[in-house]
T-cell receptor, first 117, second 112 residues
């Protein structure tokens, strides 16, 4: 397994355009997460899926953001009508269902860096 | 509402000495704490974790200490090596939840 893959690695777009990021998790992982990281900050939780069900969304995820995981495998994160404030690194992570006694260890991809001009 | 805080943006340590990275938290519902390491152009990678019912966990050169009464944890790296230069994030699991809550990170630089 090659780990968590994200595409594209970099995206430069003009304000108002739509962008879509793709994440391919580790194949045996049933949970998939999206995080956003801005300069000087730690990753901030956006949303997560268990299989194809989106189980939690952060208040950071405005109406312009939508995430899908149609077949419980890869996921897409779409941002509509991008704004300059959307410029960030978008990180995808995956994990197995958390055991009753154990830390939930997330495996991260390298991220997709978005620059909105 | 910053539930996990890393108050030192950067730390510089000489090679071979001990590196100590600190983290404070406010939420008593955290049941596991994790440390991640991040190199430029890569995603964060998991280093070590500790349960809230423990006060120490060790893995090779890395040891995490937890002080529940002070809501404080620290990561000790000894001896520090040049390859340890990276940004370190403290993270926490909320009991019963799946997401991780991250601190702001501390950039560690190991000087030869």
């Amino acid at each position: 397994d090659t780990g968590v893959s994200q595409d594209p690695r970099h995206k430069i777009t003009k304000r108002g355009q739509n962008v879509t990021f793709r994440c391919d998790p580790i194949s045996e992982h049933n949970r998939l997460y999206w995080y956003r990281q801005t300069l000087g900050q730690g990753p901030e939780f956006l949303t997560y899926f268990q299989n194809e069900a989106q189980l939690e969304k952060s208040r950071l995820l405005s109406d312009r953001f939508s995430a899908e995981r149609p077949k419980g495998s890869f996921s897409t994160l779409e941002i509509q009508r991008t704004e300059q404030g959307d410029s960030a690194m978008y990180l995808c992570a995956s994990s197995l269902s958390r055991l009753s006694s154990g830390a939930n260890v997330l495996t991260f991809g390298a991220g997709s860096r978005l620059t909105v001009l | 509402d910053q539930q996990v805080k890393q108050n030192s943006p950067s730390l510089s340590v000489q090679e071979g000495r001990i590196s100590i990275l600190n983290c404070d938290y406010t939420n008593s519902m955290f049941d596991y704490f994790l440390w991640y390491k991040k190199y430029p152009a890569e995603g964060p990678t998991f280093l070590i974790s500790i349960s809230s019912i423990k006060d120490k966990n060790e893995d090779g050169r890395f040891t995490v200490f937890l002080n529940k009464s002070a809501k404080h944890l620290s990561l000790h790296i000894v001896p520090s090596q040049p390859g340890d230069s990276a940004v370190y994030f403290c993270a926490a699991n909320i009991r019963g939840a799946q997401k991780l809550v991250f601190g702001q990170g501390t950039r560690l630089t190991i000087n030869p």
